[in-house]
């Protein structure tokens, strides 16, 4: 292709969590600001960027081959600007600029709103720019935290995952430190956002016509704001506030950590109507033995505590959890107990990742890796089968029940055929539970909670109907245009 790249056209490639999606929504929305508009092409750029995870090293490969990709757009266009920005950049510029020297621009966690800027700065100077936070051994603890300061205030709905569901950062950092993960250099130390401001963005949110608000947080449910006036605010006692924001229909957070799973939260999850009645619990192993090397400070008797307490305090909530599998040490014997472990859980779905020795983390530097790949794709494999084979289990006991759905679009895989209904396409959304729901429905759907009666299910989706009443008694072309907008590439985990 040898169209002109347009200097104020910008592309983003996500890559990893959620936290990084809405690090791109935020740089999207600052650079809009500046006169930007985004593009779905590589080629008609001014600015291309890589919004970046080191989680695992293979999505830290999925980047560089990226940059391969772009490496002849620089080539026969010098002056497109380039830049690999979040958690790499923090983490490896050294290795970013020997591997793609043609990078211009690397950008840590903590500095995303220079961009701008920065885009700025290549172009006056014609040289590569490099804006990271302090390394967490570099400085002070207010240091630190200063260096990592975001900003969340411009919000960008072209970007969402849906013009009506928003991500909203109550948290950045983490201050764990299990064995094997990035996280707390990459994003640096735990601190909470001011409830007020949160409660700002979640107004706005609310005004552009947001719906459902997913608050983020690396271990979210440890947030607590103090006020310094012998005030504190719990996350039960924020989402309270959010649940007072009238149009918002819907709140989630992701990620829990187990032991902070405090029973006040537990609570709020039940009794408000809008808390979503389901949460990602990650235990990471079934084993003490490696829950110890991983540093994760609860024995497998801890967190089957809490998963009762959990099950107990709010009937019918759905957990869902992350594992690692052949981590260091990791015996067949160890692994047995993480089969047990999923087998006996009941988890709506778990992620199961083989570990990824991550260089700089203790476990690199403490424990060497070595179970073997294959090892570890067949320990993936076993316990995904045993996840799977609860999780059609999970998902058919909704037959003949009904649910309340959040229609998010048009189903975009190809999913078993749905009833035929009274016309209109395959739509998909999400229950109150987090479970997928496809069903036919007219387009004027999207964006509205309807009531689906479940007929069928598979291992991740359960299939409906709409009720007819409400095919019938909603206004037309009401609140979103199905059109949907340029939604920017993105590699990755599903959104939990
Ligand atoms: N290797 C494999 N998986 C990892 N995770 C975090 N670090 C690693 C690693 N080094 C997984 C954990 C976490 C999820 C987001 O990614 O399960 O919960
Ligand atoms: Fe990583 Fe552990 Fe922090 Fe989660 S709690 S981000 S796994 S260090």
New binding site residues.
Partial sequence: MNRMPHERAVYIETVG?QMNVLDSELVIAALKKQGYTLTDDPHAAGVILFNTCS??EHAEEKTYSALGRVAPIKRDHPETVIGVIGCMAQKDQDHIRTRAPYVDMIVGTGQLSKIPSLVDEVRRTNLPQLAVSLGRTDGGRTEIEASFESYDPARDPEMRPTPFQAFVRIQIGCDKFCT???VPSTRGPEQSRHPDHILAEVRTLADQGCLEVTLLGQTVNSYVYDHGDGRRTRISDLIARIHDVPSIRRIKFV?NFPKDMSNDLLDAVRDLPKAVKYLHV?V?SGCDTILKRMKRLYTVAEYREVLARIRERIPGVAVSS???VGFCGETEESFQKSMVLVDESKFKNS?I??????PG?SAAGRFPDDVPDDVKRRRNHDLLEVQDAYSLIDHRQWIGKSVEVLVEGPSRKGHKQTPNGPGGRQLIGRTMTDHIAVFQGQDRLIGQIVTVDVIDAHGFTLYGEVRINQLAGLPTGSAITPELPIRPRRIGLDLL
């Fill in positions: 969590c989680v695992r094997y993960c990035v990620t990650p990471q992350d594992f690692i992620f990742f083989k570990y990824s020795e991550r983390t």
